[in-house]
């Protein structure tokens, strides 16, 4: 498979809320969308989920940009490859930048199932014709709107409800889900919001029944981790310290986490995503997709990832209209009962509207 061309298009699309997490807020999202062309014109679309500022994680949507433009775009269109798997082998002297590698790697993959004829999640040895998925909800104002807006998720069918916590947003806020909700499947995300020292805290958690608690402590800690979970009996779901099919290896081995949030951008690709699903079935660790607020083209990657078997748990894949007025992919990501019906239509399975697209992008480059 040889690429041809590669665009790079930036683009600002406005959500229809703000969302808040104990590391900040997101309104509008910038991100890059990755467009690879093959000789005979076929397109493949890829999403970097990197965030305007590095708050998240250290990436951000210019230095995605500037790894792209300036070394990975370079490597693929001088080599040849037979297999998308070849992709990260081809970026892997470049240290880190998961997000930018990620991006083009999963152009690479939506051409490869074009160019195959067959979906992107039959390329990827998926099997499952739904996925299951819950909804991830931010910090908000007061948790009467946070009980509304729970009831609202749960009508439309969402099977399970992962709510943001961050100290004073915690104890107070879970215990008011519980007795509105007593039997809902429900989840907490710290996003890192807190330290060993808030062991005592964090115990109080084991209280309301969670599925489990998505990355208490340090973004970068497996230590900690470990020792925190032997403490708790909510299993530990890791997110942001996870970063490689070595993380997770590592974190399974130190005991630092019973679950696995994967997010194809945070791990450099489907391909580092598939190892990491494979390690973690082989250990009983169950994975689920994480979310990154992603527009169309990452929505329906992450579609084709949960259709792999050990994704048993509900994912963050939330429908196109919780998130966008209009999104840039047709038909839309529709959830119904809780579940989103994986397209069988080749490679990533959803169109990109071009036009809006267009209409949305404020710059734009391509490399040949
Ligand atoms: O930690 O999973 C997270 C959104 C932005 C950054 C990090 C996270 C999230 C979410 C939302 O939880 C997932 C989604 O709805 O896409
Ligand atoms: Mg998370």
């Not at 990620?102 to 152009?107: C, K, R």
């Not at 939506?110 to 931010?138: F, N, R, T």
């Not at 945070?266 to 009983?284: A, M, Y």
């Amino acid at each position: 498979m040889k690429i041809q061309e590669i665009t790079l298009r930036l683009l600002r699309m406005k959500m229809n809320f703000s969302f808040v997490t104990s590391f900040g807020s997101i309104e509008d999202k910038d991100f890059i969308l990755v467009e690879t062309k093959s000789i005979d014109g076929i397109s493949g679309w890829g999403e970097s989920v990197a965030f305007y500022a590095p708050l998240y994680n250290e990436e951000t949507v210019q230095t995605n940009w500037h790894i792209m433009e300036e070394f990975l775009i370079p490597l693929l269109l001088k080599n040849e490859i037979n297999h998308p798997d070849d992709v990260s082998k081809l970026f892997s002297p470049i240290r880190g930048n998961n997000m930018a590698k990620a991006a083009l790697e999963g152009a690479v993959w939506d051409l490869y199932a074009k160019l195959e004829q067959i979906p992107l999640y039959k390329a990827l040895g998926g099997e499952k014709k739904e996925i299951a998925v819950g909804v991830s909800i931010g910090i908000q104002n007061s948790i009467d709107e946070l009980l509304d807006l729970i009831e609202r998720y749960l009508s439309e069918g969402y099977q399970r409800i992962k709510v943001k916590i961050k100290p004073g947003w915690d104890i107070d806020c879970l215990k008011a889900i519980r007795n509105k909700f007593p039997t809902t499947p429900l989840m907490a995300d710290a996003n890192s919001a807190y330290r060993l020292e808030d062991i005592e805290l964090l115990k109080q958690l084991d209280a309301f029944d969670l599925l489990m608690i998505e990355q208490p402590l340090a973004y970068d800690d497996i230590i900690d981790h470990a020792k925190l979970q032997k403490e708790l009996k909510t299993p530990i779901c890791l997110d942001e310290s996870i970063h490689s099919f070595e993380d997770a290896r590592k974190a399974i081995e130190l005991g630092s986490c019973k679950v696995i949030n994967i997010k194809i951008g945070r791990v450099g690709g489907l391909t580092e995503s598939k190892k990491i699903h494979d390690l973690c079935k082989e250990k009983n660790i169950p994975v689920w997709c994480g979310g990154m607020l992603e527009a169309g083209i990452g929505r329906a990657h992450n579609i084709a990832l949960t259709t792999l078997s050990n994704f048993t748990l509900p994912g963050d894949t939330a429908a196109s209209s919780r998130y966008w007025e209009q999104d840039i992919i047709e038909p839309e990501v529709t959830v119904n009962n809780g579940f989103i019906t994986v397209p069988e239509r080749i490679g990533i399975g959803y169109t990109p509207n071009l036009d809006y697209i267009e209409k949305l992008t404020t710059y734009k480059k391509t490399y040949k």
